[in-house]
């Protein structure tokens, strides 16, 4: 494998740490090299970790995931998205963006 790099944005990118996608279950930052993203998951699944870009497909609202439900829930206008991205629910008509995610060193990255 080799190590993650600052390069182009199509590589795995640092985005936190462990330690901050532990404490919640969930690490968003509005502002990684490759755009918004949140990652949801722990250390203790790391092979299930999801991640996505948060931004709603339907008016951009940052939409929050529902461990109850198993889903990503837009505030706005109550769009439903899967944790693969598929609408589930309307107004939204496209998917959400989704990454790669995986943990390595303690620290979260991500890959378009
Ligand atoms: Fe998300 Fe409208 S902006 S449902």
Redesign the pocket.
């Known amino acids: 494998a080799s190590s993650p790099s600052q390069g182009a944005a199509k590589d795995w990118q640092k985005i936190g740490t462990v330690a901050e996608l532990d404490k919640t279950g969930q690490l968003l930052v509005e502002d990684s090299p490759v755009g918004a993203v949140l990652v949801v998951g722990t250390s203790k699944a790391a092979k299930n970790l999801i991640a996505v870009n948060p931004t709603?497909t339907?008016?951009?609202?940052t939409?929050a995931w529902k461990t109850d439900k198993n889903q990503f829930v837009?505030p706005?206008?109550?769009?439903k998205f899967a944790r693969d991205g598929k609408v589930q629910a309307a107004?939204?008509e496209k998917p959400l963006r989704t990454y790669l995610a995986k943990i390595e060193n303690d620290s979260v990255f991500v890959k378009p």
């Open positions: 709603c339907h008016q951009g609202c939409v837009c706005c206008h109550d769009a107004p939204a």
